[in-house]
């Protein structure tokens, strides 16, 4: 292996040390310093008393190193050219790093340290593997000295004659302009291509972070001549101004902004705010930031529609007819609308209605706000609470905040462009807190009758009134919607549908609309009653119509991919009916299958009837005796309502045992176990107390229920049965799977009339007040 001649030996040798705080000597560089450390003085002295030589290193401390741990081991053996002693006690030394050396051992002697050090080897030889590297960095060094302005220019001059790779890398280093640290991590690198091509990564890297500075430089540069010919085009505006005469106010616009305020018929008050920010916007420089703030705030208060309002709809038929027409049935919600209307047309200047519509996913309550707002001739709009977490999203922020804006009931008015459209608030019960506030607090103002006529945003800091709006709100359940909310809405039940409901609804509504969206409407394809049943019951779990509309979709655009893979065209000409059978194919094989009903009748079973989030559907109890000391079993992933119930009808059955002509002691040395099947599913609640107490019954006389009896009810201690809530979606679930009687609480009676009459004329009802009623229906 040759070495570059640099008058070194590469045997382990001592030197004199001269550390340094940020520079960073490499080989082949010559550089001055300067020095009044008498540390290294007496070192430089001692070194210009032999050959001249020192080791030059980075040192980790401020202070002298005391150890080897105090200094960076790898640094450069450098010549001392010059020393220039000055009368200050500093002294300007000139020296030329030769080759790169580590240190071994570190030692103090005569007030100055020494280090004991090995040169690193220098290969000469250049093989055909380093060149391309070379001449990449040799590229790249080039594109970086354009890049960074303060770098020498003969710099790559010098850096095309190295004649080896290791002068090149000390050349390239000993140029950059970079921290000391990545200079000393490729000044540790022993074998040469490892070190080129991790000097070449490096650069790469600085070129990058270069061109991004360049970038932003730039920009900066562009955007402060524009700001600048804005402030100059600005000044010579109002000169001109000035010398014709026209009114100073007009170079901000601010009188047009108030004259649109009082167009709009807006109150005094606000119009006096509007007045009093424009003259403080005019004493302002319009590069100033609060100047923004002021224009953006005036702006916005010329934006919004104030006194305008759109003029409702009077016409009851008119407007029952529109309702229809979007919906089926859902009588509760439409009557309310009307009566509205009606009274409107003898008051012009009442509040508007807060409703909160309140059902399962699915039946309709968003596009019922919809047909509301058609109904009424007015503008709709429509936010979503669902996530909602900040107060800040319903009051707005205060102007004051960098990018504050009005919060949502501000900006959706706005958006309407009056000021009474129908306001639907959607998943209101899906609004959350955290530290940012409370939003359902927000709400409480929103939605207060006596209130909302002076509803102050936080940016607009001036009361709105919005009393002429009609805000509708959108629940799946109560439960998350606090009280206090909760109290100042009108609350609607939107039931979910039957079968015949979802059957009518698929014929008028969805088909048709499924066949616009998917391109057939001229078509003849037609879907038989028995198919869109079968959807319902085998494909669909739900009490809206969500999901069916979805999967008669999936029918109608695979029919359309049929036939145009047959080569058939879809026009007027095409006719195809869509059958139950066909459904397999199209739609797969069924998701849903009926609830659990036993076809065999035994003493223990009987079924309940229990409601759901996706409509309702029948509850089979099983109880089986067995031998035992007595306790209570139960099993079926029951909720702690739901178990207490058990226990509950179990005493209950004890404590009246004589009534029903069981032995005194019937229950002694058996225990008892309850199930309710599909274990998996979490079942709770205290409706299926007559449902227990009847198992018991029937297992303890071994006589076997009436069959096709259901029935539900919460059963006390005495055996009263109390009301039920979900009356229509448990009757639907009796009606749909073949049951002919249904035990319900008397509580429950006024509840009957609102039933489907297809549900009151296929089942026979029977209202009780006490297990005892019930005892002769069940038996």
């Not at 009903?597 to 099983?622: F, I, Q």
């Not at 299926?688 to 009810?713: C, H, Q, R, W, Y």
């Amino acid at each position: 292996m040759k070495l570059v001649p640099t008058g070194m030996k590469n045997e382990k040798r001592d030197l004199p040390l001269v550390p340094m705080q940020d520079m960073v000597l490499l080989p082949f560089m010559v550089a001055p310093f300067f020095t009044g450390n008498a540390e290294t003085i007496k070192a430089i002295d001692a070194a210009m008393a032999e050959d001249r030589t020192i080791f030059v290193a980075c040192q980790k401390t401020k202070s002298n190193p005391e150890t080897i741990n105090d200094i960076y081991k790898t640094g450069t053996i450098a010549h001392v050219l010059q020393v220039l002693k000055l009368p200050d006690g500093t002294a300007r030394i000139l020296t030329e790093g030769k080759q790169r050396g580590i240190i071994k051992k570190l030692k103090k002697e005569r007030d100055y340290s020494y280090v004991q050090i090995t040169p690193i080897k220098i290969s000469t030889d250049t093989n055909e593997e380093l060149v391309p590297i070379m001449a990449a960095i040799l590229k790249s060094f080039t594109k970086y000295c354009d890049l960074k302005k303060s770098a020498s220019k003969d710099a790559v001059k010098i850096a095309e004659k190295a004649e080896f790779p290791d002068k090149l890398a000390d050349i390239v280093l000993a140029n950059m302009q970079i921290k000391k640290e990545l200079k000393l991590e490729i000044m540790e690198i022993i074998d040469t291509k490892e070190r080129l091509e991790a000097l070449a990564v490096l650069i790469e890297a600085e070129i990058e972070m270069l061109n991004l500075q360049n970038n932003i430089s730039t920009k900066v540069r562009k955007k402060m001549e524009q700001n600048q010919k804005e402030y100059f085009l600005n000044e010579q505006i109002k000169e001109i101004n000035k010398e014709l005469g026209r009114e100073k106010d007009d170079a901000t616009e601010i009188s047009e902004y108030v004259k649109k305020i009082e167009a709009k018929k807006a109150p005094k008050e606000i119009i006096e705010k509007a007045q009093k920010e424009g003259a403080r916007l005019a004493k302002l420089q319009p590069m100033s930031p609060e100047s923004g703030v002021l224009r953006t705030y005036i702006e916005c208060l010329s934006d919004l529609p104030w006194s305008i309002k759109s003029d409702d709809n009077k016409d009851l038929s008119l407007a029952a007819k529109i309702l229809d027409e979007d919906h089926y049935n859902m009588k509760k919600p439409k009557e309310r609308i009307l009566d509205y209307i009606a009274v409107r047309q003898l008051k012009e200047n009442m509040k508007g209605p807060i409703l909160c519509f309140v059902g399962p996913p699915g039946t309709g309550k968003t596009s019922l706000g919809k047909s509301v707002a058609r109904a009424l001739n007015r503008e709709f709009v429509r936010i979503s609470l669902g996530g909602v977490r900040d107060e800040a999203e319903i009051r707005g922020h205060r102007k004051t905040y960098v990018g504050a804006l009005p919060g949502k009931i501000i900006q959706s008015i706005k958006k309407a462009k009056t000021s009474n459209p129908v306001f639907l608030l959607d998943e209101i019960d899906k609004m959350s807190s955290d530290f940012k506030g409370d939003p359902a607090s927000a709400l409480l103002e929103v939605l207060d009758p006596e209130q909302n006529n002076t509803f102050v945003d936080h940016y607009l800091e001036v009361p709105y009134d919005l009393s002429g709006i009609m805000f509708i709100t959108t629940a799946n359940s109560l439960q998350n919607i606090p009280y206090p909310l909760r109290d100042r809405m009108e609350i609607i039940q939107v039931s979910g549908y039957t079968d015949l409901e979802k059957l009518k609804i698929a014929t008028d509504f969805i088909i048709p609309k499924q066949k616009e969206e998917n391109g057939l409407a001229e078509t003849g394809i037609e879907i038989q009653k028995s198919a869109i049943l079968k959807i319902i019951h085998n494909y669909t779990m739900e009490s809206g119509v969500r999901n069916l509309e979805r999967q008669i979709a999936t029918v109608l655009r695979k029919t359309a991919r049929t036939a145009l893979t047959k080569g058939e065209k879809l026009d007027s000409e095409y006719k195809r009916t869509i059958t139950a059978k066909s459904l397999v194919k199209l739609l797969g094989k069924e998701i849903f299958s009926d609830d659990i009903v036993y076809k065999e009748n035994r003493p223990g079973l009987v079924h309940g009837m229990a409601w759901t989030e996706m409509g309702g559907t029948l509850l089979p109890v099983e109880v089986a005796v067995i031998e035992g000391k007595g306790e209570l079993i139960l099993t079926g992933k029951l909720g702690d309502v739901m178990k207490e119930s058990a226990r509950t009808a179990l005493s209950y059955v004890r404590a009246n045992f004589d009534k029903f002509n069981l032995e005194k002691d019937f229950y002694e040395n058996k225990s008892i176990h309850i199930h309710v099947p599909e274990g998996a599913i979490p079942k709770d609640g205290p409706s299926a107390g007559i449902t227990i107490v009847s198992a018991l019954l029937s297992i303890f006389k071994n006589t076997p229920v009436k069959e096709k009896l259901a029935m539900t009810g919460e059963v006390t201690l005495t055996g009263r049965i109390l009301p039920i809530g979900g009356l229509k979606e448990k009757t639907l679930a009796a009606y749909r799977n073949k049951m002919t009687d249904v035990i319900v609480p008397e509580g429950n009676r006024s509840d009957y009339d609102e039933l489907p009459s297809e549900v009151i004329n296929s089942l026979e009802f029977h209202f009780v007040n006490n297990i005892e009623e019930a005892y002769p229906i069940l038996f």
